[in-house]
């Protein structure tokens, strides 16, 4: 079930403060804002979502949807596989509330119809000609990374886990953020 | 998606005397390349050889404010595979978002189709000397459990000596059609015969250009090797699925075999896979659920660096493309939408060329020949052609120019490398010894005296 949550103001500050922080993919030149094609006020909404159905589906499944807590070590797992940070408890406690607005949706009975993605399901899908059009662009590309060798991009060897907790907390003490 | 069942328990009232064998279960995972002008989603050209990240556009690169576009070639494509599959293609499927990171991966995402891919239950028949005894040609089916489009990912060269990796776009973003099959199979033997077929069957209809490995491609079976007259990158990309268990018994843990680029090698990984397991099992050990490696050298497969545990991919729905629509007749199509936005089943059916199965029924009908040879007519390319051409030109026998084209041409092929374009004798000059040995004129050792002269200095005529 997919689910588009109207989040609160403190979560959309969280999510803007996330991104150059958490963000340690080694492939450079690619901002985090990229996924979306809506305004940057509801940026990464899909990914916020998907974190929430994620947790929500969880907690669901292990406790009643009367739980209050967020299991640490499922925090750890989605930090890890989505490389947000909750930060603090603060964090985390928006997390909780947006889990308890997002329960509302259970009052609605859904028996026997079918889960939609997205209102424009069903508009036409547009299939394109099989013509070369793009492409022929490298040098524009590679100026957008900050280190590239002879036409390719520049990345570590194999990704970089995420530190553990507490290393990321001393490594942000030093940060500026 | 490779779904683990547990098969029923044989009946209780049975008694087995003896430990029954392990038996080896193999499922494959095929990663076939559209053959198409641009990617899946974006009007970049799809190319071999070009300089690196030259045809890459900005969605490829996954730059802010791109948008998917669907390539109608791709999509006919797979319902053409699909049709030739047996398999019942969804009217609607469903594209999603598998997330992981990796850096040639430039979105975090590969769009997929997870949920509802276009085309599902369909078979792929073939044809193999048989397991244990190698005269027989025993046919068998392997169920596909789903067809669906996907995106490839980018290429990374490591440099080890500076602890880097470089990474070309060129390939992120092309079309692939992702082949599952359902773990049918018990040896590394059929597992290749399939996966030659299914490279046939993909050349044929024009859809892929299966080439397993750059440069060179395993098609054919023992000895035979096809030189592509190009260095094609490796268009089809094969995993597969092993695991050992007594029959009757539930499914072994199984392992990932990966990096195995020719239908030869395949076998053989699949053949060690199966032995390491048992040889695990019957010291006592259990098997570890791991991504393993083949190492073409030694013929071991290795366990993969474990990166980062089980994966999670995240699926969610590609919430950029609506479901993508199929029609079976212009008639269901819905009404005032220009042609070129519909895939019409009827259409793709009527395009469906002669696959190889009908093929090798046609020749054993129309010359016949034996199923063995007409396997091996077929697998080579051009070889069937070869044959007909020197069938329609000499008096000899259907069987003597078997006979003549698998021995002589075949053997000589091989010992120098060429394929069946580079041979040096035509068909007609073939033809010509054929048909001087049939009027008398010479004898077969003569014959095939003459044959050597005329490999050696093409050009000369029999007489």
């Not at chain 2, 193999?128 to 005269?135: D, I, P, S, T, Y």
């Not at chain 2, 052609?385 to 002589?408: L, S």
């Amino acid at each position: 079930m997919y689910v588009v949550v109207n989040y609160t103001r403190k979560l959309q500050t969280l999510a803007f403060n996330l991104g150059p922080s958490c963000y340690r993919q080694g492939v450079t030149g690619v901002s985090i804002t990229s996924q979306d094609r809506k305004s940057k006020q509801n940026f990464s909404c899909f990914r916020w979502t998907h974190l929430i159905t994620l947790v929500h589906q969880y907690s669901t499944r292990i406790y009643n949807s009367k739980a209050c807590q967020v299991p640490v070590d499922l925090v750890d797992k989605l930090e890890r596989l989505a490389l947000v940070d909750f930060r603090n408890q603060e964090g985390l406690a928006c997390l909780e509330k947006a889990i308890r607005f997002a329960d509302q949706l259970h009052v609605v009975d859904t028996d026997g119809v079918d889960p939609m993605d997205s209102v424009l399901e069903e508009r036409a899908l547009y299939l394109r000609e099989d013509a070369v059009a793009e492409g022929n662009c490298a040098e524009e590309l590679l100026q957008l990374s900050k280190n590239t060798v002879e036409e390719y991009f520049v990345a570590p060897p194999g990704n970089i886990p995420l530190p553990k907790r507490e290393e990321r907390a001393a490594m942000l003490k030093h940060s500026e953020i | 998606m490779y779904v683990c069942l547990p098969m029923p328990e044989s009946s209780p009232t049975k008694r087995k005397s003896a430990p029954q064998e392990l038996v080896g279960v193999v499922g494959l995972e095929i990663h076939a390349q559209l053959h198409s002008n641009t990617k899946l989603f974006s009007g970049s050209q799809v190319g071999f050889q070009a300089p690196p990240n030259s045809l890459v556009s900005f969605f490829d690169a996954s730059l802010p404010g791109t948008l998917p576009v669907l390539n109608r070639r791709c999509v006919e494509a797979a319902v053409m595979t699909g049709l030739a599959l047996n398999c019942t293609i969804n009217r609607k499927s469903l594209f999603d978002r598998k997330h992981y990171f990796y850096a040639d991966l430039p979105a975090g995402y590969q769009i997929t189709q997870q949920r509802l891919p276009i085309a599902v239950d369909g078979t792929l028949t073939y044809s193999h000397l048989g397991c244990r005894k190698r005269n027989t040609v025993v046919t068998k089916s392997v169920r596909i459990k789903q067809i669906q489009l996907e995106q490839d990912s980018g290429k990374s060269l490591h440099d080890d000596y500076r602890s880097q990796t470089l990474i070309d776009l060129n390939r992120a973003g092309v079309g692939l059609m992702e082949l599952l099959m359902e773990p049918d199979m018990s040896c590394g033997e059929e597992a290749a015969a399939a996966v030659r077929e299914m490279q046939l069957i993909l050349q044929a209809l024009g859809t892929c250009q299966g080439n397993m490995a750059g440069g060179e491609a395993c098609i054919g079976h023992t000895h035979s090797l096809t030189h592509q007259g190009n260095m094609a990158e490796g268009q089809l990309r094969v995993d597969a699925y092993v695991s050992v268990h007594r029959p009757g018994d539930p499914w072994g843990i199984r392992t990932e075999v990966k990096n195995i680029n020719s239908a030869r090698n395949l076998a053989r990984a699949i053949d060690y896979e199966i032995q390491r397991q048992m040889f695990v099992l019957e010291s006592g050990g259990t098997v570890q659920n791991e991504t393993r490696s083949f190492d073409g050298k030694t013929g071991h497969t290795i366990p993969m660096r474990d990166k980062e545990g089980l994966q999670d991919y995240r699926f969610m729905p590609e919430p950029n493309l609506p479901p993508l629509m199929v029609y079976e007749a212009c008639s269901t199509a819905p009404p005032g939408v220009a042609p070129s936005q519909v895939v019409v089943l009827e259409e793709v059916r009527e395009r469906l060329p002669e696959l190889p199965s009908v093929r090798r029924q046609r020749l054993v009908e129309t010359y016949g020949i034996l199923p063995e040879h007409n396997f091996t007519l077929v697998n080579e390319d051009g070889l069937m052609d070869y044959f007909e051409a020197v069938v329609k030109e000499t008096k000899a026998g259907p069987r003597k120019v078997i006979g003549w084209v698998m021995n002589e041409l075949q053997g000589l092929l091989h010992q120098q490398n060429l394929s069946v374009s580079q041979s040096p004798i035509s068909p007609q000059a073939l033809a010509q010894i054929l048909n001087l040995q049939e009027n008398g004129q010479i004898s077969s050792s003569i014959a095939k005296q003459v044959f050597q002269e005329l490999w050696k200095t093409p050009g000369k005529t029999a007489q």
